[in-house]
């Protein structure tokens, strides 16, 4: 049997091996496509949560071709699907080497790289040609190697629309990437589901905390440990104590019933509506635009979502003050805009500093895929979000004083 060109792992005594919130991650494109697709599986086990998980993702116009791991025996790999009952065996197809697959949608290596930068680079050219027009290829690497696989798959593929997804709910942590080499057209993102993201923490099956809560809740947790340890007798380490939950909530991502109705356009924010008016802004092009501008108050849930299914095809920071969020002024504050491009024209999402709020963060790379309610970032703290339609081609159904919620309410249809 010929051995798939993929990067070689760790022995048994240092193995990586991919557990199921991994294997989600790592099969997470292949999932929200939503258009019948063709997908390639390489270097499976029966064994392999990868395997599993990518069975799970298949959708009834879906083909999968799997290769087998070097060493597994491609009739047990035949085997297993068999046994999956006749849905999976009809639409999954387990072939003894690379050369008897096409090219794909989506190409997944199902064992994590953990050769040299050399191997890493040799096995991505060795499998660029079964990736389809657009097409992406998603990987995993260990996460603490500062040599190797990793740093170079770091550099892969930036020019259209990288995204890495850091697991640590796996033995050992890993950093997935997904990777395209090729334009993807915008056409496509009308036919995605939001992207699975591991940055949250799941509180339950509704809510999760961002991992940037997390973060901030630990830091708050160790000043406390910090205040006691340095006077015990004091009670001063109950503010940042009981602080701890309040800055966790803040950063609380629920998840949200995106409506269906390809004419919709949904709240990239949750909050209060601000303002509804026609202006001209020379940057994202001629003619009119209607912005619809949400104000954060902390008590909102500050995750920012897609308003739209587009392509990110401009990302820029405006230099600006830190104005309260809710007075006119604000729209000079310091944002960040992400610019999409989609069926109906360009839109543009702004996120918007406050008067407390300093950081901004935003996740999507120039060339990314954005299905209509997809986390794409966030704002710390009070903060206001602007979204940017083109004026002939939408009609606003919010006004000011409105309460919307993210990703959920319909702030206007397209004509």
Request: overall charge neutral.
């Amino acid at each position: 049997m010929t051995q798939s060109p993929a990067v070689r792992v760790t022995g048994p005594s240092g193995a990586v091996r991919l557990g199921e919130r991994a294997a989600r991650t790592l099969v997470a494109e292949f999932a929200r496509r939503n258009d019948p697709k063709a997908g390639l599986l390489v270097g499976a086990t029966p064994e392999s949560a990868v395997l599993a998980a990518a069975i799970e993702a298949l959708l009834p116009g879906d083909r999968l071709v799997v290769t087998p791991a070097e060493g597994a025996a491609t009739v047990a790999l035949r085997e297993h699907v068999t046994a999956q009952g006749r849905w999976v065996a009809d639409r999954v197809r387990v072939v003894d080497t690379l050369s008897e697959a096409d090219a794909a949608a989506v190409v997944i290596v199902a064992e994590p790289f953990t050769g040299t930068a050399e191997e890493a680079r040799a096995a991505v050219d060795g499998l660029a040609k079964y990736l389809a027009e657009g097409a992406v290829l998603s990987v995993a690497a260990p996460l603490f190697r500062t040599e190797g696989a990793g740093p170079e798959l770091d550099r892969q593929g930036v020019l259209h629309g990288v995204r890495t997804d850091v697991v640590l709910r796996n033995s050992p942590p890993v950093r997935v990437h997904h990777l395209r080499f090729t334009p993807a057209p915008v056409t496509l993102a009308a036919s995605l589901s939001p992207a699975y993201r591991p940055s949250s923490v799941p509180l339950t099956r509704r809510m999760h905390i961002d991992s940037n809560g997390v973060a901030a809740a630990g830091i708050t947790l160790g000043l406390a440990a910090l205040a006691r340890a340095a006077r015990p007798k004091s009670r001063l380490w109950l503010l940042p104590a009981l602080a701890t939950a309040p800055v966790a909530a803040f950063f609380r991502d629920p998840e949200r019933d995106v409506p269906e109705d390809p004419t919709a356009v949904v709240a990239s924010a949750d909050g209060q509506v601000l303002s509804v008016q026609r202006l001209t802004d020379e940057r994202f092009g001629d003619g009119e635009w209607l912005r619809i501008a949400v104000f954060l108050s902390v008590l909102d849930v500050h995750v920012n979502r897609a308003p739209v299914a587009g392509k990110v095809v401009d990302y820029f920071v405006a230099d600006g003050g830190f104005v309260n969020a809710m007075k006119p002024d604000a729209e000079h504050n310091v944002a960040a805009y992400t610019v999409l491009d989609t069926d109906h024209g360009t839109v543009v999402v702004a996120q918007r500093t406050g008067l407390i709020a300093r950081r901004i963060v935003q996740r999507a790379a120039v060339g990314s895929l954005l299905a209509k309610g997809e986390r794409f970032g966030l704002i710390r703290f009070g903060s206001r979000t602007d979204v940017y339609l083109p004026a002939e081609a939408a009609e606003p159904l919010v006004g000011p004083g409105d309460k919307v919620v993210g990703g959920a309410t319909v702030i206007a249809r397209w004509r």
